[in-house]
């Protein structure tokens, strides 16, 4: 395989694994079950001052917003029973630029699958042995997130704190981030364990979709080099073409 084509297979990867992490990334951020079963992990519900229902329709009206369907990250429920508004401008504005990153996710998402059907075109057509490589591309890819997951493991494991910090110093270029968590309820319902477990689900969904994804082109493509020996003309006549 000449350089050139390495390079196309390693971008089809490359897509194929940010395609994985944002939809993953998606799957769990919208799931209105992951935020109540965190909130329930936490004993928060008798200690926010909001019983489960409130809670619930905190958690709905966060994944509306992320979604792109609410222009403006307030929200009106029952706590400390007093009907009132939960968050302050501070906790608002940190959400604008989260809601730009999960747009720039969206987007990465999109130009990568773009790119994968696109460079997928390209090799069916320039490489005669596309098949076995495409099928050995889904593969590695798999391994490789494997060691993703391994790493973001590690990571947690050292000190999530620091990591947690570093990634909000990089990706914003304000202090908005930084929430008091005896005021501000959007920390107080969204602490550092939720990240935790949050992170830890995305990985386990985008390396278990890829690994599994991996384990099935391997599969493939022992079938297919075994039906190339058992029909070695087809496999001649495939070469002379």
Not at 130 to 137: A, C, D, G, I
Not at 146 to 163: C, E, N, P, Q
Not at 176 to 202: C, G, M, S, Y
Request: hydrophobic fraction near 50%; aromatic fraction near 14%; charged fraction near 20%.
């Amino acid at each position: 395989m000449t350089w050139k084509k390495r390079i196309i297979y390693l971008l089809m990867g490359i897509f194929i694994t940010l395609s994985a992490w944002v939809f993953s990334l998606e799957y769990v951020t919208y799931d209105v079950d992951h935020y109540m079963t965190e909130f329930r992990k936490q004993n928060w519900i008798p200690q926010a001052g909001m019983d489960q229902e409130n809670l619930k329709h905190a958690a709905e009206e966060i994944i509306l917003y992320l979604q792109g369907e609410k222009e403006d990250f307030q929200t009106i429920a029952v706590k400390d029973g007093e009907r009132q508004a939960l968050y302050d401008e501070r906790e608002r504005l940190h959400m604008v630029d989260v809601l730009d990153l999960y747009n720039q996710a969206r987007m990465i998402r999109n130009v990568s699958l773009i790119g994968f059907f696109l460079l997928l075109i390209w090799v069916i057509q320039r490489d005669k042995n596309w098949q076995s490589h495409v099928l050995r591309t889904f593969f590695y890819t798999g391994l490789a997130n494997v060691d993703l997951m391994i790493l973001l493991g590690l990571l947690i494991w050292l000190d999530f704190t620091k990591y947690f910090t570093y990634f909000h110093l990089l990706l914003f270029d304000n202090d908005l981030w930084i929430l008091d968590p005896q005021r501000h309820v959007l920390i107080q319902l969204l602490p550092e364990t939720f990240f935790i477990n949050t992170a830890v689900k995305i990985g386990l969904y985008a390396m278990g979709s890829l690994l599994i994804l991996g384990i099935i082109a391997w599969q493939l493509e022992r079938m297919l080099r075994r039906y190339q020996i058992l029909c070695p003309e087809k496999e001649e006549k495939g070469s002379l073409q």
